[in-house]
């Protein structure tokens, strides 16, 4: 039976960026934290967290890689949505590393279920992308679109990257998953049916779009990250050939390189 999709069952999409410095946890580990405190605060529940790769430029400050995340969160159809905000600014106002530039933006779900606002704010992400924005056009693309915009310390300049999150998870079909529920404890191997029941993925695939059978058994390494595609979560997988198991099944899949996924 396929799940709900992510998108219709959030309430709400939080984009972060430039909340760490050179010698600092990343963006990631902070996201990781801002999920627990707001799940501690009894402000719902997060259905996953995707990372999103911008455009790598000299002209662009940024820490390693240039990417920002953006949560989605499912606060049970009537969110506090000032609460919420609030929580997470002060969350990035305590925890950025210092120099950092964080950069906070919530979206409601009326703003990527309406086609207009939509498409701004998915054509923001992909242009953050390819071409090197300015703060400017950050803040006319949240006012224009209805999205609370904010920045926490430093010059702000990770509102462009925290809106792009935004904007490209709303689109459905980019990045990966760098938490949901499960994904960092699960390892070793599974079949397909069991690793559909553990994690809250949508399908695993190849490259070719060839599924597992259910009884097909995955050898999962040490890095489940699903992809963001077409508005489901899916694990990419390829063949396995290399002869070893991690199980007593021959296993006839495995995950994806990271390689592999950082490029989709």
């Not at 949505?81 to 990035?92: D, E, Y």
């Not at 949508?202 to 508005?231: F, K, M, N, T, Y």
Request: net charge negative.
């Amino acid at each position: 039976m396929s799940r709900p999709s992510m998108l219709d069952q959030a309430d709400l999409l939080i984009g972060i960026d430039d909340t760490d410095n050179v010698s600092s946890h990343g963006t990631g580990f902070l996201v990781q934290h801002l999920i627990l405190v707001l799940e501690e605060a009894g402000e719902g529940r997060c259905l996953g967290a995707t990372r999103h790769q911008l455009l790598v430029h000299p002209a662009i400050r940024y820490t390693s890689h240039n990417s920002s995340a953006c949560i989605s969160w499912c606060a049970g159809g009537s969110p506090d949505v000032t609460r919420i905000t609030a929580l997470c600014a002060r969350v990035l106002e305590e925890e950025s590393a210092e120099g950092s530039d964080p950069g906070l933006v919530v979206a409601r779900r009326p703003v990527w279920t309406a086609p207009e606002r939509s498409r701004e704010l998915v054509e923001f992400g992909r242009r953050a992308q390819r071409e090197v924005l300015d703060t400017g056009a950050a803040w006319r693309v949240a006012a224009s679109s209805g999205v609370h915009a904010s920045v926490h310390g430093g010059d702000g300049g990770g509102v462009i990257g925290a809106l792009a999150a935004v904007g490209l998870h709303a689109s459905g079909a980019d990045g990966f998953f760098l938490w949901m529920p499960g994904i960092r404890a699960i390892e070793g191997q599974r079949t397909y049916a069991e690793l559909r029941a553990g994690i809250p993925i949508d399908s695993a695939r190849d490259l070719a779009g060839r599924e597992p059978s259910e009884g097909d058994a995955i050898e999962l390494g040490d890095w489940v990250r699903p992809v963001w595609r077409d508005g489901q979560a899916v694990l990419l997988l390829q063949p396995h050939t290399a002869g070893w198991s991690s199980g007593p099944l021959k296993a006839a899949w495995r995950t994806a390189t990271r390689e592999v996924i950082r490029r989709q």
